[in-house]
């Protein structure tokens, strides 16, 4: 229910949904006085941000590009609203091709693909983005680089859709072998006991031991992109995969290999990443508005950040959330801790 104007007649904010947003994204914003007989203006930081829809109670703005800070007014006629404080995404790299989620080390530094159509051979395969930004190429000789993942001892791994093997990285960037005929392989993710699970997006989960041995581990819907990974607080292991349906399900997998349905009711999802507190956020569309779908702990989907062609996301050791485009990165200061590594 929005509130009351102010008594000087100033527009007020009574809530601003979703939580958070990059530019593309649409804020909605709901409140009193927001417009009287001229349009209303909105500022997010010094850029004014185009209106979708304006009336007096309800306005939905598109975040404009260059809009950084999280500080939202309206201004209606010669009076402006209180500053509501919203999470925007800041970009920190472009030029990118990411096809899921970007991978995080202990340190804060950043990983993200430029994984280029299939069968494409691309100049970098990975760069590392550092604490200060600094965008630079660690990984140069596999081809359609996909899915990221740590292990316990901060070895990164990168699957290739291409070839259908998953490669070891050395802090140095040094590339080797880990496994092999995994298909077309995409999402990765470690369970506790470091047991590597590899998505073939024809229809089969993979797990490799830390012996090496390769088992079938499940069996799920042949996905027309990826499949993406993430080990829940449950020990389930989570997977999203799009198919040709636009009411996709996220699938959650128990232990012994039992799949079922999480959520069914998605638009195309894709990246996932938990929270400390146990909290699922995919990369999808949720009644036809895309961005990152937050579930609850009763599995109840809310936007919690509006963008358009978000393909991936991850947490950062400060506390910021990490959303990949289909060329960009963004961080965007959000104030939850990720899911700690296993």
């Given amino acids: 229910m929005a509130s009351k104007k102010d008594a000087n007649g100033r527009p007020q904010i009574s809530n601003v949904t979703p939580e958070a947003a990059i530019p593309g994204g649409e804020l909605q914003i709901r409140g009193a006085g927001l417009a009287r007989a001229d349009r209303p203006h909105v500022r997010i930081g010094d850029v004014e941000a185009p209106i979708v829809i304006g009336s007096d109670s309800y306005v939905i703005v598109k975040v404009p590009e260059g809009a950084s800070a999280g500080e939202l007014i309206v201004e209606a006629g010669k009076q402006s609203s209180r500053v509501w404080n919203c999470g925007i995404g800041i970009q920190i790299a472009d030029n990118l091709y990411p096809v899921g989620n970007p991978a995080v080390d202990r340190f804060g530094n950043i990983y993200a693909t430029f994984s280029g159509s299939r069968g494409q051979k691309t100049p970098v395969s990975v760069y590392k983005i550092d604490l200060n930004y600094n965008n630079k190429p660690f990984v140069t000789?596999?081809?359609?680089?996909?899915?990221?993942?740590?292990?316990?001892?901060?070895?990164?791994?990168?699957?290739?859709?291409?070839d259908g093997i998953v490669y070891q990285v050395t802090p140095a960037g040094n590339v080797s072998v880990y496994a092999e005929s995994m298909g077309i392989a995409t999402g990765i993710a470690f369970d506790p006991e470091e047991n590597l699970y590899v998505?073939?997006?024809?229809?089969?989960?993979?797990?490799?031991s830390r012996a090496r041995q390769i088992y079938v581990f499940a069996t799920i819907e042949p996905s027309i992109a990826a499949y993406h990974l993430a080990f829940g607080n449950d020990g389930y292991l989570y997977v999203t995969g799009p198919t040709t349906s636009s009411f996709d399900s996220v699938y959650r997998i128990s232990t012994h290999g039992e799949v079922e349905t999480f959520y069914r009711g998605l638009g195309r999802p894709q990246g996932m990443?938990?929270?400390?507190?146990g909290r699922l956020y995919v990369a999808g569309s949720l009644g036809g508005r895309r961005g990152v779908v937050r579930f609850d702990q009763k599995a109840?989907?809310?936007?919690?950040?509006?963008?358009p062609a978000i393909v991936g996301l991850a947490f950062t050791p400060s506390r910021a959330?990490?959303?990949t485009t289909n060329n960009s990165l963004f961080r965007v200061d959000v104030g939850i801790s990720g899911r700690p590594l296993p």
């Fill in 199 to 208: 998505g073939d997006r024809s229809g089969t989960i993979f797990k490799i």
């Fill in 321 to 323: 959330m990490l959303v």
């Fill in 141 to 162: 000789d596999v081809m359609n680089a996909t899915g990221l993942a740590f292990d316990q001892a901060g070895t990164l791994y990168i699957s290739s859709r291409h």
């Fill in 273 to 277: 990443a938990f929270d400390a507190e």
């Fill in 300 to 307: 109840q989907p809310e936007l919690f950040l509006s963008g």
